[in-house]
């Protein structure tokens, strides 16, 4: 069984509609980020929390929302979505107690690839 | 303005042979840089790191160097193998920051 769980893995929608993308992981970890990656351009954080009470703005949260409704669930929100919202997004957790501080592995889930008309 | 740049959008390498991926950076403030490999349909993995205090790290068949005077750092996979096919994407960090920034990726395709 997938860690890091993402749904839908696939999703289209309509300009000014508001859509929920969910991430569930089973790894135990305390972090969890919200990336979007578009066509010739790396991923770009969202949003990251770091536990359940601290959420905290990426390189490029206007327009999106989240919400950590427990340690193992981190769900982004697009409340009246638009065209230039159409990419792929991945959730990724990380543990703070394994590595080096700031610096440990993210593990990715598989992705949703969202299209808005 | 990107500030890690993989110049490369696809490599070709016969199996076998060394396989060179390339980044380039433009923040002297980043202090840790990471290699992830992306399949088709999966999420990125991580492969492995290097701390700017280290010149180079070695994990099997995977070395990278980092060259901090040329704000470079590369990946070398030897032998290269089919399962290396992938997008592998640099991605650098800084105490300061607590931000992962992310190069485009090269697609990295490994020729039987």
């Known amino acids: 069984d997938a860690d890091v769980t993402q749904t839908p893995r696939n999703r289209i929608t309509k300009t000014g509609k508001r859509i929920m993308l969910e991430c569930s992981q089973t790894?135990?970890?305390?972090?969890m980020y919200w990336y979007r990656q578009d066509p010739g351009l790396g991923l770009r954080l969202i949003y990251y929390?770091?536990?359940?009470?601290?959420?905290n703005k990426g390189e490029i949260s206007d327009g999106y929302s989240v919400s950590r409704q427990a340690q193992a669930k981190f769900s982004l929100s697009l409340e009246s979505a638009i065209p230039n919202q159409t990419a792929l997004y991945f959730c990724?957790?990380?543990?703070?107690?394994?590595?080096?501080?700031?610096?440990?592995?993210?593990?990715f889930g598989p992705g949703t690839r969202l299209l808005v008309l | 303005d990107q500030q890690v740049k993989q110049n490369s959008p696809s490599l070709s390498v016969q199996e076998g042979r060394i396989s060179i991926l390339n980044c380039d950076y433009t923040?002297?403030?980043?202090?840790?840089f990471l290699w992830y490999k992306k399949y088709p349909a999966e999420g990125p993995t991580f492969l492995i790191s290097?701390?700017?205090i280290k010149d180079k790290n070695e994990d099997g068949r995977f070395t990278v160097f980092l060259n901090k005077s040329a704000k470079h750092l590369s990946l070398h996979i030897v032998p290269s193998q089919p399962g290396d096919s992938a997008v592998y994407f640099c991605?650098?960090?800084?105490?300061?920051?607590?931000?992962?920034?992310w190069g485009a990726g090269t697609k990295l395709i490994i020729k039987p």
């Open positions: 990724a957790t990380s543990d703070s107690t394994a590595g080096q501080g700031l610096y440990e592995t993210q593990y």
């Open positions: 790894k135990g970890h305390d972090r």
């Open positions: 929390s770091f536990d359940v009470k601290d959420i």
């Open positions: 923040n002297s403030m980043f202090d840790y």
């Open positions: 290097i701390s700017s």
């Open positions: 991605a650098a960090s800084s105490d300061s920051n607590y931000q992962l920034i």
